[in-house]
């Protein structure tokens, strides 16, 4: 999805302008108690908050380093099925985005870091319901959950499709939820 949306960036130009957020699914789910707050305790081996904070301390770098480092971080979970908890793993992505890995090492020590994970998961609790990834926030302020099986191959069809999605989450609030059995 990250990959796709991206590209629509580039094959529809002017049509999107994304501003990703951390949403841990670790949190949503946890069974510690509503108190626990994931990204307060980085020492906690979770599968994702620590991707996410290191999304954080990759976008201190500016917003290509980012984008370099979260397309990675996605393809390396989602392609290869690699652990992106792993803080080896999370260097060795930084270091392939170009990052300036000592200053990227000591973002990821402040809390300041951390809590920028909680910060986006708060607000998109409390302020669009999110319950999963990935979650599309739109201009309407109206959030549409998006889970596709695969992309389409041809780009028409992956532009065509991003219009569908685009025109039922952002103009149709009355559509509460579409699934296949």
């Known amino acids: 999805m990250a990959t796709w949306l991206e590209s629509i960036k580039t094959e529809v ?3 999107l302008s994304i501003q990703w957020k ?3 699914l670790e949190q949503q789910n946890s069974k510690d108690g509503p108190d626990f707050m994931i990204w307060e305790h980085p ?3 979770g599968k994702g908050v620590p991707a996410l904070a290191a999304a954080k301390a990759a976008k201190n770098q500016g ?3 980012f984008l370099k480092f979260h397309l990675a971080v996605f393809e390396a979970r989602h392609d290869k099925g690699k652990d992106i908890a792993d803080r080896k793993l999370l260097q060795e992505i ?3 985005a170009g990052l300036d890995l000592a200053r990227f090492e000591h973002d990821l ?3 300041e870091t951390w ?3 909680g910060k986006d998961h708060l607000e998109s609790r409390q302020k669009y319901e999110v319950f999963g990834v990935p979650t599309l926030i739109f201009e309407s302020g109206l959030a549409l959950f998006v889970k596709l099986g695969s992309l389409p191959e041809s780009r028409e069809e992956r532009i065509s499709l991003f219009e569908l999605i685009y025109e039922t989450g952002n103009k149709r609030s009355y559509i509460v939820e579409l699934k296949r059995p």
């Open 94 to 96: 930084a270091q392939g």
């Open 115 to 117: 809590r920028a994970v």
């Open 13 to 15: 130009a002017g049509s």
């Open 22 to 24: 951390a949403f841990s």
């Open 63 to 65: 917003d290509s380093f």
């Open 109 to 111: 020590t402040q809390a």
């Open 43 to 45: 020492e906690y081996h």
